[in-house]
């Protein structure tokens, strides 16, 4: 039996592509998308979509039973960079929403979630290379703490109640198809809209800060394993370490040069850089690929040709 899917935050960068990736699989009408707000024409005209709030755990009840809805992906959330501006309202949106979603598949009114959490649960005191899957896990930003309660309370939810939740801690994530979302690692797709347009970029962090990064069809592709995978494989329940290249502004600068040799790139740090100090620069997740078969396709090279193809 087909499942019926609720994707919420399904208008944010990347639950509008993980929603069209879904119908791909699944078929339009077995795919809700849902948000706050409408998304993109692509998202608003390929399936169906209610308007919902994912801090209010009745119109989601309701919408659940209404659609008769088997897997949820709770992709709402607040980000790294717009959390420290707005730090009650990261906690309220981030929070609330998983716990909603956590009750109600602890009443049996869902069967399965994935929620992603984020590199952002580490913090100054985390191994910075190969950062493992158990580690020291200190987070000094909102985004980053909302996440690490986040991940015990799926692990609390699966021991206790056998709710059958599944993670990945996302690193930063590239796209073409959605602007920036208020993210830290965000420079790397803003970068590819300048040089497009022939415009210098000015970057928010330094040119040496080493970060954990990710083309959007990994990361969707890793989203859509993890919740295809057998019950039994999937070994932690708190959130996998996830994984495919790591690189600084100034190497993706140098990858870009290669296509557009004139593009200019300056720095000006902000606040963001602290943020970016306290994450790892390189992730190990060797257990994702080990028990679910997880495995990235894009390099460098590769994600700066296809941004700047589909950008042009």
Not at 250 to 257: G, L, P, T, V, Y
């Amino acid at each position: 039996m087909n499942p019926k899917i609720l994707v919420i935050g399904a208008s944010g960068q990347i639950g509008s592509e993980l929603t069209l990736a879904l119908r791909e699989i699944h078929g339009k009408n077995s795919v809700l998308a849902s948000d706050i707000k409408e998304g993109n024409d692509e998202l608003m005209k390929s399936g169906p979509f209610i308007k919902i709030d994912a801090t209010h755990k009745e119109e989601i009840a309701n919408c659940i039973a209404f659609h008769k809805v088997t897997d949820v992906y709770l992709m709402a959330a607040l980000l790294s960079a717009t959390a420290e501006k707005h730090p009650d309202l990261a906690w309220s949106l981030n929070m609330q929403s998983l716990s909603h979603i956590l009750e109600l598949a602890r009443e049996k009114k869902i069967k399965k979630i994935f929620w992603p959490s984020s590199i952002a649960v580490f913090g100054p005191t985390t191994p910075k290379k190969n950062t493992p899957q158990r580690t020291i896990m200190e987070p000094n930003t909102v985004y980053g703490i909302t996440k690490l309660a986040g991940e015990r309370w799926c692990e609390y939810f699966f021991n206790k109640f056998g709710v059958d939740v599944r993670s990945v801690r996302y690193p930063g994530i590239i796209s073409y198809k959605t602007p920036p979302g208020g993210g830290t690692t965000d420079y790397a797709i803003d970068i590819f809209h300048k040089a497009v347009k022939n415009k210098p970029y000015e970057c928010f962090l330094n040119d040496d800060v080493m970060l954990p990064m990710m083309f959007m069809k990994d990361a969707i592709n890793a989203t859509i394993k993890i919740m295809g995978a057998k019950k039994e494989d999937i070994k932690i329940r708190s959130s996998y370490n996830l994984a495919a290249i790591s690189f600084s502004p100034k190497d993706i600068a140098e990858s870009i040069k290669k296509s557009i040799p004139e593009f200019k790139i300056r720095y000006k740090p902000d606040f963001r850089q602290e943020i970016a100090e306290s994450w790892p620069n390189s992730i190990d997740d060797s257990e994702a690929r080990k028990d679910w078969n997880w495995n990235h396709q894009y390099t460098l090279e590769e994600l700066t040709i296809e941004m700047i193809e589909n950008l042009k």
